[in-house]
């Protein structure tokens, strides 16, 4: 992965959040205020100039009620087209290849973003997928490296499996370290942060159920978490 396919990556990304925050109807100015950054940096992301952390991506999406997976860059072929993705139902009827149905993704053809001074993520879907986020997260080594300074908090529930590597979690207050084969699943309204602290590349699988509509007008400080703890 080199700085040039991270600014493509960004530059797609910044281009659906700048679509998002218009057909919302609000400024740069508002969004940067809703989000806790400076105008100036949303400007220089939606220009793919600039990049978000994990915490921030989060906020983006939750305050422009769009769906996370929906900001990767699409799969292309080899002549850089986006290929059209057919019905499930219609393609597989008809036996037709099961990467045009969109339910197989090769490898060499996942979308990807690499976040802000954090993990790499790949999505395992073809197409984004409605009400759920299908990614592999992967940190890159970083020999004695300190938690992250901000804590992740937002609507759903997710679900980890670890590939490769040893990842550090800290959900609340609790802490462990995570080995391959080892699993995690918990309330994503808690405040939780992962990160790698060897000199191993960290691999894992991410399953994040998105939060259901009826509950997103449940503010932070409505949840169990929210009550009770002091992030």
């Known amino acids: 992965m080199n700085d040039t396919d991270a600014a493509s990556e960004w530059l797609t990304v910044g281009e659906r959040i700048r679509a998002s925050r218009n057909a ?27 990049s978000f952390s994990v915490r921030t991506l989060y906020n983006v999406v939750n305050v422009l009620g769009i769906s996370m997976d929906g900001l990767f860059e699409e799969v292309v072929d080899a002549q850089g087209v986006v290929p059209a993705v057919q019905d499930e139902l219609v393609a597989t009827e008809r036996s037709a ?17 690499q ?38 908090r937002h609507g759903g529930r997710e679900y980890g499996v670890i590939v490769s590597g040893i ?27 992962f990160w790698n602290s060897t000199s ?8 994040v159920l998105e939060e259901r ?8 400080g409505d949840s169990p978490a929210g009550r009770h703890n002091g992030f």
């Open 200 to 207: 191993e590349e960290v691999r894992a699988v991410w399953f």
């Open 115 to 152: 976040l802000k001074e954090g993990p790499r993520w790949e999505r395992l879907t073809a197409k984004a997928e409605d009400g759920a986020d299908f990614i592999e997260v992967i940190y890159a080594p970083a020999p004695g490296a300190e938690p992250p300074a901000d804590f992740i």
């Open 97 to 113: 290849p099961l990467d045009e149905a969109g339910i197989v993704l090769r490898r060499s053809a996942r979308p990807s973003i």
């Open 167 to 193: 990842l550090n979690a800290q959900v609340g207050f609790g802490q462990a370290q995570l080995h391959p084969g080892d699993s995690i699943a918990f309330d994503s309204r808690i405040p939780h942060r």
């Open 24 to 50: 919302a109807g609000m400024s740069i100015r508002e969004l940067g205020r809703r989000i806790d950054v400076s105008a100036s940096h949303v400007s220089q992301v939606e220009r793919g100039l600039g």
């Open 213 to 220: 509509s009826d509950q997103s007008s449940r503010g932070p």
